[in-house]
Nanobody, 116 residues
Framework: QVQLAESGGGLVQAGGSLRLSCAASGSGHSIATMAWYRQVPGKQRELVAHITSGGMTYYADFVKGRFTISRDNAVITVSLQMNSLKPEATANYYC??????????WGQGTQVTVSS
C-alpha cells in the first residue's frame, strides 16, 4: 500500500507561482510513473503532467512552457512547479502514482485558487 500526501496549494494572484509537492510513503511497491491531475467541480479530472521513473515527462498542452514536473526517487516525491498561473488553473490538484506492479494510488488533493 502506498500513501500520498500533497502540499503546496493555496491562493495566488494571476501571473504568480506555486509549487505543489507529493510525498509517497508505505511499503512494497516501486513507483513507476508519477503524475499530477486536476479537477474542477462538475468536470472530469484531467491530466496535467506525468513523469516516468526514467525522467521522461509529458505535459498537457494547456500547461506547456509554464509548469514543470520533477521527481526525487531517493525520497519518492513528485513536484509540480506552476508559473504564470491563470485563473482557469483554479482546481483541486491530485497526485497519482503507478507502481511497477500496476497498482494505482491517489492523494486527497490540494486546492489551487488563482485570482484575477
Amino acid at each position: 500500500q502506498v500513501q500520498l500526501a500533497e502540499s503546496g496549494g493555496g491562493l495566488v494572484q494571476a501571473g504568480g507561482s506555486l509549487r505543489l509537492s507529493c510525498a509517497a510513503s508505505g511499503s512494497g511497491h516501486s513507483i513507476a510513473t508519477m503524475a499530477w491531475y486536476r479537477q474542477v467541480p462538475g468536470k472530469q479530472r484531467e491530466l496535467v503532467a506525468h513523469i516516468t521513473s526514467g525522467g521522461m515527462t509529458y505535459y498537457a498542452d494547456f500547461v506547456k512552457g509554464r509548469f514543470t514536473i520533477s521527481r526525487d526517487n531517493a525520497v519518492i516525491t513528485v513536484s509540480l512547479q506552476m508559473n504564470s498561473l491563470k485563473p482557469e488553473a483554479t482546481a483541486n490538484y491530485y497526485c497519482s502514482v503507478w507502481a511497477f506492479t500496476g497498482h494505482n494510488y491517489w492523494g486527497q488533493g490540494t486546492q489551487v485558487t488563482v485570482s484575477s
